[in-house]
T-cell receptor, first 116, second 116 residues
Framework: ETGVTQSPTHLIKTRGQQVTLRCSSQSGHNTVSWYQQALGQGPQFIFQ???????GRGNFPPRFSGLQFPNYSSELNVNALELDDSALYLC???????????????FGPGTRLTVL | AQKITQTQPGMFVQEKEAVTLDCTYDTSDQSYGLFWYKQPSSGEMIFLIY??????QNATEGRYSLNFQKARKSANLVISASQLGDSAMYFC?????????????FGKGNQVVVIP
């Protein structure tokens, strides 16, 4: 069983540029969530994709956007990068059910983005 | 308002001793789930243990146990027989059923260093 993978592992961009981060979900999972983790903080929920549609969004501006593909892999796009976007971006895949349950999320190793 | 509060400063623990990490949460949902994750310096979030709001017994997973006190809204993690490999950041997180998705709200984390 292949785990969650993310690419690239590290990325350096300059302010104003655009970036695309990629995530391959674990086999059998239908949901991908993206989190931003600033240094010294806990992860913050950006958004979640379920069956190729956005299914929930945190307090992030529209320049953060995403896609989920038929194979359940996903992209996170950030436009007009700002210095505060520097963070570890974590992708998590899960099998979503509206019933109560753990719906455990499996995290990837993250992409560390630095904006100069 | 913070949904998950973790306020302990960094902790040093002697190898083979037990350590308790505090977590309090805030929700008006009746159905929710509480999670603990471990994040080593490599950055990947590793799932440790889950407690559902309707679970009457405290969750246990190997050396990890969760002390769930629903009326106090606390979900403390106990790590027994600490090992050097337990040195990491530990995050408490909550999933609320009312969101209709798998979004997790994380606390700021607890730093644990296990010393020989």
């Amino acid at each position: 069983e292949t785990g969650v993978t993310q690419s690239p592992t590290h990325l350096i961009k300059t302010r104003g540029q655009q970036v695309t981060l990629r995530c391959s979900s674990q086999s059998g999972h239908n949901t991908v969530s993206w989190y931003q983790q600033a240094l010294g903080q806990g992860p913050q929920f950006i958004f979640q994709y379920y069956r190729e549609e956005e299914n929930g969004r945190g307090n992030f501006p529209p320049r953060f956007s995403g896609l989920q593909f038929p194979n359940y892999s996903s992209e996170l796009n950030v436009n007009a990068l700002e210095l505060d976007d520097s963070a570890l971006y974590l992708c998590a895949s899960s099998l979503f059910s509206r019933l109560a349950g753990s719906n455990e999320q499996f995290f990837g190793p993250g992409t560390r983005l630095t904006v100069l | 308002a913070q949904k998950i509060t973790q306020t302990q400063p960094g902790m040093f623990v002697q190898e083979k001793e037990a350590v308790t990490l505090d977590c309090t949460y805030d929700t008006s949902d009746q159905s929710y789930g509480l999670f603990w994750y471990k994040q080593p310096s490599s950055g990947e979030m590793i799932f440790l243990i889950y407690q559902g709001s309707y679970d009457e017994q405290n969750a246990t997973e190997g050396r990890y146990s969760l002390n769930f006190q629903k009326a106090r809204k606390s979900a403390n993690l106990v790590i027994s027989a600490s090992q050097l490999g337990d040195s990491a950041m530990y995050f408490c997180a909550m999933r609320e059923a009312s969101y209709g998705n798998n979004r997790l709200a994380f606390g700021k984390g607890n730093q644990v260093v296990v010393i020989p």
